[in-house]
């Protein structure tokens, strides 16, 4: 078996599904993972925040809008105003579903999953009925009863032991060895829908990957592979034929786009090589991610934006550090947040954390259990591994810079946005 995942920018439209089919070509014995197709994911995060603040026009004006996204797609790949079923009755599942909640503020992240959900459901419904009517026979594989999650919402852990048996059962009941499912999505204990963190399609695709002995996963990207740097921001970046599942990991947790940070270890224990390749082109050879590739030589990158910094202080000057570090962490990890960076001194612990909805909420608490709080907001955090001399000046230096820490390889750099 081998897995396939396509993200949401390469089935944006009707060219990137006739691509994956291309891509596909005559492989079988393949299993496809799909992300929600272009920015729908976004869009249903409006439609959940719509439920959120009773404001039923958001909700329907993003429900329409996707409506006719989805139609325009389907339109365009049967030539023809077709209206399919079963993407109908995701639309319609979707409506009864907000009109007949009740939004309680105790289940928002619940409400949100089973919400968000519908985009990977519609974009692997469409795929799967496209693949079919181009004579490539498949089956759809609902992951939201292969994928056992722990209960908990919006980042949710697969459970691998109780997951393997529905999923292999779900591939042995056959399609003709073509299957297609859900990134991002599984079902918790409960039977209520689950999602694994934004992007987490990655996830799902490795998890698969696991579960089903696969030989190889490849993800399909927009790019010709991993780069050293973001070549938006760094213009002189260069490609990277190798990696080793150590410098990925460490690459994707300092927040390098090329593959989500859950992504490796289910991939690593068993051993199965990560290709990141083209869409574009299927002959180009990408990157291979594997455990025996030597570490890389060129300086890496990675900018990791929208960053807040939070520096705590216990109100009776004992020392942080000594006392409080354990309550400080569980707290945080109640509001899901997690330290990118951590610094301290006797009396200040500092930390780089993702900006999210959480954190005026997790200060209020901190403020609550003692702690003085700081917030700076618009910081980024940059890390380079393998820095040289003219980058430490480059981007080490310089009043911007808030916190600096540096090993013998690698520096991270705390800085104000510009
Ligand atoms: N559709 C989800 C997201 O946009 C998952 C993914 O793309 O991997 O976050
Ligand atoms: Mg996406």
Redo the contacts with the bound molecule.
């Keep these: 078996m081998k897995v396939y995942k396509f ?2 920018a390469s089935v944006r439209n009707a060219d990137g599904v006739r691509n994956l089919h291309r891509l596909i070509g005559d492989e079988r014995n393949l299993f496809v993972i799909v ?2 197709m272009g920015k729908t ?1 976004n869009a249903l995060e409006r439609v959940f925040e719509g439920l959120q603040k009773s404001d039923r026009a958001l909700v329907a004006e993003e429900i329409a809008a996707l409506r006719a996204y989805h139609a325009g797609i389907v339109d365009d790949l049967w030539h023809a105003p077709v209206r399919l079923e079963c993407v109908e009755a995701l639309f319609a599942e979707l409506e009864r579903y907000v009109a007949g909640t009740v939004y309680r503020p105790e289940e928002a992240e619940a409400h949100y999953d089973t919400i968000v959900a519908y ?2 459901l519609l974009s692997t419904t469409i795929i799967s009925e496209y693949l079919a009517h181009a004579g490539s026979a498949n089956r759809w594989i609902d992951m939201r009863r292969c994928f056992r999650t722990e209960q908990r919402h919006k980042d949710a852990a697969v459970d691998i032991e109780a997951s393997a048996p529905l999923l292999r059962a779900a591939v042995a009941e056959g399609g003709e060895g073509l299957f297609v499912g859900q ?2 999505i599984g079902g918790a204990p409960d039977g209520t829908t689950t999602t694994l963190g ?5 996830y799902s695709a490795a998890v698969v990957a696991h579960i089903l002995d696969a030989e190889s996963m490849s993800v399909w990207k927009d790019v010709d592979g991993v780069l050293n740097a973001d070549p938006k921001i760094f213009p002189d970046a260069v490609q990277i034929a190798e990696l080793n599942y150590l410098d990925t990991i460490e690459l994707a947790y300092s927040g390098a786009q090329i593959i989500h940070p859950k992504t490796i270890k289910p991939l690593q224990n068993k051993n199965i090589p990560l290709y990141v390749r083209p869409f574009g082109d299927k002959r180009k050879p990408g990157t291979v991610i594997r455990g025996m590739s030597a570490p890389v030589e060129v300086p890496i990158l990675i900018l990791k934006k929208s960053q807040v910094l939070l520096t705590i202080r216990s109100r009776d000057f004992s020392f942080v550090l000594e006392e409080k570090f354990a309550s400080i962490f569980s707290l945080l990890e109640r509001f899901r947040i997690k330290a990118n960076l951590i610094h301290n001194s006797a009396v200040n612990l500092s930390l780089c954390v993702d900006e999210s909805w959480h954190i005026d909420e997790a200060i209020r608490a901190l403020r609550e259990a003692g702690f003085d709080v700081m917030k700076a907001e618009r910081m980024e955090l940059l890390t380079i591994r393998g820095y040289t001399d003219e980058l430490w000046h480059r981007y080490a230096c310089g009043p911007q810079v808030f916190i600096r820490q540096a090993t013998q390889s690698t520096v991270r750099i705390v800085r104000k946005r510009e």
């Design positions: 993200g949401g992300s929600a994911t985009g990977e990134g991002f934004r992007e987490g399609s990655d």
